[in-house]
């Protein structure tokens, strides 16, 4: 999905309503982060008065209603990808910074949730990407070696995190 320039989109509202400004270069900065890391990342552009979660809640929930009620674009040619895929017996799987609970509801909102096997959300490692973890827990779930597995991915950080994984990337 095109989720990045729609959450960056209601980020930056919400952000606004609050009296800050994001910048695109501080927003790039944060693709692919979660949790922990992501909170530092926002305390230390926006000071530690910042109100991370009431902000952040406020985006995703916007970002949410956004996908379900499709207003969020699938990058081109993922459906046919994914088929492709799907008819050579390949097996998919999504690993996303992302909770995997949206993550889910996303995939399902756009009829694609049947074409991975499973999800891994930002939620079930501790560091996020630019680390490997998230992308090692997705091949343990799987029980797939990481040489073998090749990443689809659309951001720095996780392009970083796929190679740090030893694994081929595709951004």
């Known amino acids: 999905f095109d989720s990045e320039r729609a959450f960056e989109k209601e980020l930056k509202e919400v952000m606004h309503s609050y009296g800050y400004e994001l910048t695109e270069d501080i927003y790039k900065s944060t693709i692919g982060l979660t949790g922990k890391g992501l909170k530092e990342k926002m305390l230390l552009n926006f000071g530690m008065d910042y109100p991370f979660e009431e902000i952040s809640k406020k ?18 040619g993922i459906p046919e ?5 799907n008819n050579k017996g390949i097996k998919c799987a999504v690993a996303s910074s992302t909770k995997s609970e949206y993550v889910d509801l996303y995939l399902k909102s756009a009829g694609l949730r049947n074409y991975f096997n499973s999800v891994t959300g930002g939620e079930e490692t501790e560091r996020s990407k630019p680390e490997p973890d998230i992308f090692l827990a997705a091949c343990k779930k799987e029980n797939s ?20 994984a030893n694994m081929d990337v595709i951004c």
């Open 59 to 76: 985006a995703r929930q916007r970002v949410n209603t956004l996908f379900k009620n499709g207003d969020i674009d699938i990058k081109f």
């Open 145 to 164: 070696v990481p040489e073998n597995t090749i990443v689809f991915e659309d951001s720095p950080n996780g392009v970083t995190a796929a190679l740090r």
């Open 81 to 85: 990808l994914l088929k492709y895929f």
